[in-house]
Nanobody
């Protein structure tokens, strides 16, 4: 059974930082692409950043380039999203997903719902 769990969300002032963590079990994480997506009520889920299983391919949405950094620790089956210089518009529910399709120019969600975590809320205040 695949289980993906996010943590690290919270309330932060604009300009601040947060680090999200994603742990996964029930699948070979070291051989899995990992992605971070976010969603605001009433809007479609957006691909924020994705990393290939080798770490050699990384995608960032234009809105987060230069502020967010994705990384992974295959030994501990964990991926991270370091978010700096947070803006009000970064407020969203952030989801981690295993097995997204990823290239340097796109990150596509996995087709199966079983590869998704429950999400962690990030709220940026002024």
């Amino acid at each position: 059974q695949v289980q993906v769990v996010e943590s690290g969300g919270g309330l932060v002032q604009a300009g601040g930082s947060l680090r999200l963590s994603c742990t996964a079990s029930g699948l070979p994480v070291a051989r899995s692409n990992i992605g971070w997506f976010r969603q605001v009520p009433g809007k479609e889920r957006e691909g924020v950043s994705c990393i290939s299983w080798t770490g050699g391919i990384i995608f960032y949405a234009d809105s987060v380039k230069g502020r967010f950094t994705i990384s992974r620790d295959n030994v501990n089956n964990t991926a991270y999203l370091q978010m700096n210089s947070l803006k009000l518009e970064d407020t969203a529910m952030y989801y981690c997903a295993a097995n997204p399709a990823v290239s340097n120019t796109m990150c596509r969600p996995p087709p199966s719902s079983r590869f998704w975590g429950q999400g962690t809320q990030v709220t940026v205040s002024s």
